[in-house]
Nanobody, 124 residues
Framework: QVQLVESGGGLVQAGASLRLSCAAS????????MGWFRQAPGKEREFVAA????????SYAISVKGRFTISRDNAKNSVYLQMNNLKPEDTAVYYC?????????????????WGQGTQVTVSS
């Protein structure tokens, strides 16, 4: 069984930065693409960023491209989301997820394991 635990969320002002971390259990972490999703109150969970099994390929939602960076360390079974120049519209619960693919995928139904989420709140 795979367990994912996110950390690093918090309350910040617009323009600030945060780095989210996701620690994964299990020996197969390095074999699958990983992703970050977010869900704001009253909205659907949406794709934010994804990274391939090796870290060699990434994909971003248009709304975060140029501000967020996804990375991974397979030796530490961890994936990260560096978030810069945060905006109030980035406020949401952020979820780490493991896909069923080695290559980058963005569809929510391609992800089969999810963390419990970490709250990010950006004040104006």
């Amino acid at each position: 069984q795979v367990q994912l635990v996110e950390s690093g969320g918090g309350l910040v002002q617009a323009g600030a930065s945060l780095r989210l971390s996701c620690a994964a259990s299990g020996s197969t972490f390095g074999s699958y693409a990983m992703g970050w999703f977010r869900q704001a109150p009253g909205k659907e969970r949406e794709f934010v960023a994804a990274i391939s099994w090796s870290g060699g390929s990434t994909s971003y939602a248009i709304s975060v491209k140029g501000r967020f960076t996804i990375s991974r360390d397979n030796a530490k079974n961890s994936v990260y989301l560096q978030m810069n120049n945060l905006k109030p519209e980035d406020t949401a619960v952020y979820y780490c997820a493991r896909s069923n693919s080695m290559v980058v995928v963005t569809a929510r139904n391609r992800y089969d394991y999810w963390g419990q989420g970490t709250q990010v709140t950006v004040s104006s």
